[in-house]
């Protein structure tokens, strides 16, 4: 059995570091206030927080308090819980000053 321990341990450093290197941890600044979840709508949160996900059943109704509201009766709940923690730190509402309307740039989505 230790004749075994060196390769055991060998074991679990590269499993703990391919475990970290597979499914790595949001990224979090110090102060708690910076955070990185992807987003729906092609990873773009100004249009993901100011307009929801619609195909998903669901549009948003204010981002700074995390509410939305269902537009159909079925609603598709896999970007309901990121909409309700990465909106809300935004703190104020901006306005698109691109060309076109924001989810048209720079591409439909």
């Known amino acids: 059995m230790l004749s075994r321990l060196p390769s055991l341990v060998m074991g679990?450093?590269?499993g703990a570091l391919l475990g970290t290197a597979l499914f790595p941890a949001p990224?979090?600044?110090q102060s708690g206030a910076?955070?990185?979840l992807p987003t729906g709508r092609y990873n773009?949160?100004?249009v993901f927080c100011t307009e929801g996900v619609p195909?998903?059943?669901w549009i948003a109704v204010?981002?700074?308090a995390g509410t939305w509201t269902a537009i159909n009766y079925?609603?598709?709940y896999q970007?309901?819980?990121t909409y309700t923690i990465v909106c809300p730190r935004g703190m104020k509402y901006g306005i698109w000053s691109g060309p076109g309307p924001a989810n048209m740039s720079p591409f439909m989505h």
């Open 44 to 46: 773009d949160p100004f």
């Open 74 to 76: 079925y609603v598709n």
């Open 62 to 64: 204010n981002p700074i």
């Open 34 to 36: 910076a955070i990185y």
């Open 27 to 29: 990224v979090k600044a």
């Open 55 to 57: 195909e998903h059943g």
């Open 79 to 81: 970007w309901i819980p």
């Open 12 to 14: 679990l450093v590269i």
